[in-house]
C-alpha cells in the first residue's frame, strides 16, 4: 500500500496566506518536501475566500474584526480569532488529518487551540515571528494584565513546544534564555526573497516625479512598523523647506487606514 504522506497545520493569525511570505513560503518548502500542507489564516478583502486550494495548499480562512487602536480592541480581536482557529482546526482534523501543528505568532494564543491536539499525540511546533509582550508595549504602551498575559502564553507555547522555529538569531537567544529551551531544538530560519520573481528592469523615472531623490518604505504596513513615523519625517522635511525628492510607499497590511489618514490630516 502506499505510503501516507507527512501532513501538518499552519495556524497563523495577523495576516491572510498567500500575502504572509514568510508563512507561504514554509508551506511551499513543505509541500515541495512532500507534506500535505493544510493553513488556517484570517481573510481579508484580498483573499476573502473561506477556502481554496493554491498550489497543492488547503487554505481554510475566517473573518476577525477590524483591528482597533485600544487594548479591548486587541483583546476582541484575539478572542475571536481563536474561536475560528479551534472551529477551523477540527475541520482540518476530520477533513485532512495532520501529525504535526506548525503555530506562527503573534500572538502566542494558539497554544490553547493545540493543546488538546498535543494530548492525542500531536507534535507541536512554535514559529516565533515576533516576541509578543514587547510588541504589545510597543503598540499600547501598557505593561498592565494583557501585557502579562502574554508573557504567560509565551511560557506556556515555549514548554509546549517539541520544536521552536525563530526569526532571527536574537529571538533564539529569547527562545533559550527566557524560553529555557535546549538549544538543539530551537532553529533560526530566515525568509528570503524567491529569486525566481526578482529580476533587474529598466528604472522606471516616473517614480521620481520629477525629483532628484525618491525616500522610500516598502513592506508590511503593521501598526508597530512606524510607517506614520515616516509620514511625519517626509511632513517635517517639506516644512524644512526641502522638496526636491518624492515619498513612495510600497505595502498593505492593517494599518494602512491609518496611514492613509495621517496622509489627509
Known sequence: MPQKPRSCVIVVENLPVPFDRRVWQEAMALTQAGW????ICPSNEKFPAPF??????AIYRHPLPPEGCGASAYFR????????QARLM??????????????????????????PFKLLGKRFIYDQHDVSPELFVVKFHNKGFLYRALLFFERCSYAMADFVITANATFKDLAVGRGRKDPERVEVVYGVPDRR???RVDPDLSVRGGRRFVLGYIGIINEQDGVDHFVEMVAEIVRKGFTDFRAVVVGDGPALPKIRACLSG
Open 36 to 39: 500535505r500542507v493544510s493553513v
Open 77 to 84: 480581536e484575539y478572542a475571536t480569532a481563536l474561536i475560528h
Open 197 to 199: 520573481r526578482i529580476h
Open 52 to 57: 481554496e486550494v493554491i498550489d497543492g495548499i
Open 90 to 115: 477540527i475541520k482540518v482534523y476530520r477533513e485532512r488529518g495532520f501529525s504535526i501543528i506548525q503555530a506562527c505568532n503573534p500572538p502566542d494564543l494558539a497554544v490553547l487551540v493545540a493543546a
